[in-house]
């Protein structure tokens, strides 16, 4: 096991700037500081399999964070979430896709100063075997049809029912719900 967690941790730490993968990309910039266009074929993994050996044929069924392992380099690319404007969405639209070998196109963060190493952003899949690119903006579609009873207007995570659990549970700050009561008298 540790081979293979210290065999993980050397592919992500393999340098971006090895190779260009800009040639060829359709991504929309985002206007992201050290944000730059990447599209490459790449192996959809189970992060959680790569670093600890615990394999279930289907990449957790939707359960665990997915990881792209880049064919060009073997390097390990961790993407962060899909074309829609919330941080979410990346394993929602890596799943289907689950130890193939797929095309992405998104952007690429990679700046060793805010130790952000291969963070991406998926705009685009091409499925093995196919010309056809999908849109990597299903998740909130997926999250709508999974809570029908947070239907609504406003953005999803103000309709979430486990966000609302755990805001009645913590508070907005996290820190409780004594100290949220005297930050907002004290602020509103």
Known sequence: ??????????????????????????????NLYAEVPAKFEATVVDLLCTFTGDCPADCGAGKRQLGLLRTADDTLILPMKNSQPAFTGAAVELQPFCNQTITVDGLMIDDPELGANNVYLVQTIVPPGSGDKIKANKWTKNWAAEHPEAKGKGPWFRRDPGVKAI?????????????????IAENF
Do not use: H, N
């Open 1 to 30: 096991m540790l081979k293979q967690l210290t065999a993980a941790l050397a592919l992500m730490a393999s340098p971006l700037v090895a190779q260009d993968f800009s040639e060829g990309s359709e991504a929309r910039s985002w």
């Open 167 to 183: 805001i009645a549970e913590e508070g907005y700050l996290g820190l409780g719900l004594e100290v949220d009561g005297a930050w």
